[in-house]
């Protein structure tokens, strides 16, 4: 084992003195066998894979994905600005999501959005609404809610009738019959997601079989689909799950579509690009306090939000391997709230100055980034074998007050 940790063939102390830490190092290499992963395992049903934005929607990631030919899955109009800045196909998007505007499902249909992915009665009628207005005709899907346990965290569990997403399933007919009767929607598909990180495959194939009984049910009532979209992807290891396995999942779903006429589509996100990033961030002090050990960071929940929100866990490990002894400490940033932590209780063999790895931070991190206490977003760099290049600039304190700062008055 090298003593010092490498992103592809560029080792993380120089990236660190180059860009600067707290620091998003994502790997090229990963990223693109992530992708074909999910192509191979699938490769008889050729699907569409429609990577969820909202997983990591920095350009050169979207850019790097559109030029593998994936499609993209988008909730909200930002997500869709970002997906033709970087060269993705309007085409193969498809539109998630419980809250669209009138204004982003306008943009969406000029665009040419490949679905709506529609999660209530009041929103076909406000997409047929805007349809007509424009003189188009909208393609939706429904989403539904199967109403299947994803066995996740709360927070990112979607296909329980308690959830807030998708359509009722003992509502879903009745709504179809409703998309049908509005003159401007051009019904599409079916679709779910039931929730992400999943570690367990069994929720994905009951959500599935469940979709199916419906299209048969739909296809005798006269309404025929030609898509289904099973939502999000399979789990990644964060730290000792096992997660399902690609083939037998493709295997599953191979084995159901086999005599339909139904092209499949998937949204996966945290998959494709979770395994793909680390967090690189610096020591500044290490506290000894009455009850515990703090290393306290350069990088904090603004930065990584997802052990503060879900007591996520992510592997932390020093860049440089020393032979000193651990100590046990919670690993923890600069913000004012004892929520602020990036690791509790962990042994690390570690001193001030030195540089910390938080591994699989590709995913619903640099994402979820906030300003909070005021703090800069790190800077995002893309690792392709010895090449390395900025992606994202830090952001300045300058750049921050600059929105405020103009609207100061006098007066006040
Ligand atoms: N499609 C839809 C409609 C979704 O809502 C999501 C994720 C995906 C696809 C992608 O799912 P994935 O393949 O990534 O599991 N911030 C949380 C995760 C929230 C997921 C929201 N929806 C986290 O940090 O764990």
């Given at each position: 084992?090298?003593?010092?940790?490498?992103?592809?063939?560029?080792?993380?102390?120089?990236?660190?003195?180059?860009?600067?830490?707290?620091?998003?190092?994502?790997?090229?290499?990963?990223?693109?066998?992530?992708?074909?992963?999910?192509?191979?395992?699938?490769?008889?049903?050729?699907?569409?894979?429609?990577?969820?934005?909202?997983?990591?929607?920095?350009?050169?990631?979207?850019?790097?994905?559109?030029?593998?030919?994936?499609?993209?899955?988008?909730v909200s109009g930002g997500e869709l600005a970002r997906v033709l800045v970087a060269g993705g196909d309007a085409g193969k998007t498809i539109f998630s999501g419980v809250?669209?505007?009138?204004?982003?499902?306008?943009?969406?249909?000029?665009?040419g959005v490949l679905c709506f992915n529609v999660e209530s009665l009041p929103e076909l009628d406000r997409i047929n609404a805007v349809a007509e207005r424009l003189g188009k005709s909208a393609p939706i899907s429904l989403r539904i809610n199967p109403d299947v346990d994803a066995k996740t965290h709360?927070?990112?569990?979607?296909?329980?009738?308690?959830?807030?997403?998708?359509?009722?399933?003992?509502?879903?007919?009745?709504?179809?019959?409703?998309?049908?009767?509005?003159?401007?929607?051009?019904?599409?598909?079916?679709?779910?997601?039931?929730?992400?990180?999943?570690?367990?495959?069994?929720p994905f194939i009951?959500?599935?079989?469940?979709?199916?009984?419906?299209?048969?049910?739909?296809?005798?009532?006269?309404?025929?689909?030609?898509?289904?979209?099973?939502?999000?992807?399979?789990?990644i290891v964060y730290h000792n799950e096992t997660v399902p396995d690609l083939h037998r999942y493709a295997a599953e779903v191979a084995q159901r579509l086999a005599d339909r006429r139904l092209k499949l589509i998937l949204e996966p996100g945290r998959s494709l690009v979770g395994?793909?990033?680390?967090?690189?961030?610096?020591?500044e002090y290490i506290k000894h306090g009455e009850e515990k050990n703090f290393i306290i960071v350069d990088a904090a929940m603004n930065d990584l939000m997802r052990p503060a929100l879900y007591d996520a866990y992510h592997v932390i490990e020093p860049v440089v391997h020393k032979n000193i002894a651990p100590i046990t400490a919670d690993v923890v940033g600069p913000i004012c709230e004892s929520s602020d932590f990036l690791g509790k209780d962990r042994v690390l063999a570690a001193e001030a100055g030195d540089l910390l790895l938080i591994r699989s931070a590709g995913?619903?991190?640099?994402?979820?980034?906030?300003?909070?206490?005021?703090?800069?977003?790190?800077?995002?760099?893309?690792?392709?074998?010895?090449?390395?290049?900025?992606?994202?600039?830090?952001?300045?304190?300058?750049q921050l007050l600059s929105d405020e700062q103009r609207y100061l008055s006098n007066n006040d």
């Amino acid at each position: 084992m090298s003593d010092i940790f490498f992103c592809e063939d560029v080792s993380f102390v120089d990236l660190a003195q180059i860009y600067g830490t707290p620091l998003y190092v994502y790997s090229q290499t990963e990223l693109a066998h992530a992708q074909r992963k999910y192509a191979d395992a699938f490769a008889v049903l050729n699907p569409l894979l429609c990577y969820a934005v909202k997983a990591n929607g920095n350009l050169s990631v979207l850019r790097h994905f559109a030029q593998l030919g994936c499609g993209f899955d988008i909730v909200s109009g930002g997500e869709l600005a970002r997906v033709l800045v970087a060269g993705g196909d309007a085409g193969k998007t498809i539109f998630s999501g419980v809250g669209k505007t009138e204004a982003e499902i306008e943009r969406a249909l000029n665009a040419g959005v490949l679905c709506f992915n529609v999660e209530s009665l009041p929103e076909l009628d406000r997409i047929n609404a805007v349809a007509e207005r424009l003189g188009k005709s909208a393609p939706i899907s429904l989403r539904i809610n199967p109403d299947v346990d994803a066995k996740t965290h709360p927070y990112i569990s979607t296909g329980l009738k308690a959830n807030k997403f998708g359509i009722a399933y003992a509502d879903a007919e009745v709504a179809y019959q409703h998309a049908n009767s509005l003159p401007y929607l051009q019904i599409v598909g079916i679709d779910c997601h039931i929730g992400s990180q999943l570690t367990d495959l069994s929720p994905f194939i009951e959500a599935l079989d469940r979709l199916l009984l419906l299209a048969d049910k739909l296809a005798e009532a006269g309404i025929v689909l030609q898509h289904i979209d099973l939502g999000g992807g399979v789990g990644i290891v964060y730290h000792n799950e096992t997660v399902p396995d690609l083939h037998r999942y493709a295997a599953e779903v191979a084995q159901r579509l086999a005599d339909r006429r139904l092209k499949l589509i998937l949204e996966p996100g945290r998959s494709l690009v979770g395994d793909a990033g680390v967090l690189l961030t610096r020591i500044e002090y290490i506290k000894h306090g009455e009850e515990k050990n703090f290393i306290i960071v350069d990088a904090a929940m603004n930065d990584l939000m997802r052990p503060a929100l879900y007591d996520a866990y992510h592997v932390i490990e020093p860049v440089v391997h020393k032979n000193i002894a651990p100590i046990t400490a919670d690993v923890v940033g600069p913000i004012c709230e004892s929520s602020d932590f990036l690791g509790k209780d962990r042994v690390l063999a570690a001193e001030a100055g030195d540089l910390l790895l938080i591994r699989s931070a590709g995913a619903y991190a640099a994402g979820m980034a906030s300003n909070y206490n005021t703090r800069c977003r790190a800077a995002e760099v893309l690792v392709n074998g010895s090449q390395h290049r900025l992606i994202r600039q830090r952001e300045s304190i300058e750049q921050l007050l600059s929105d405020e700062q103009r609207y100061l008055s006098n007066n006040d």
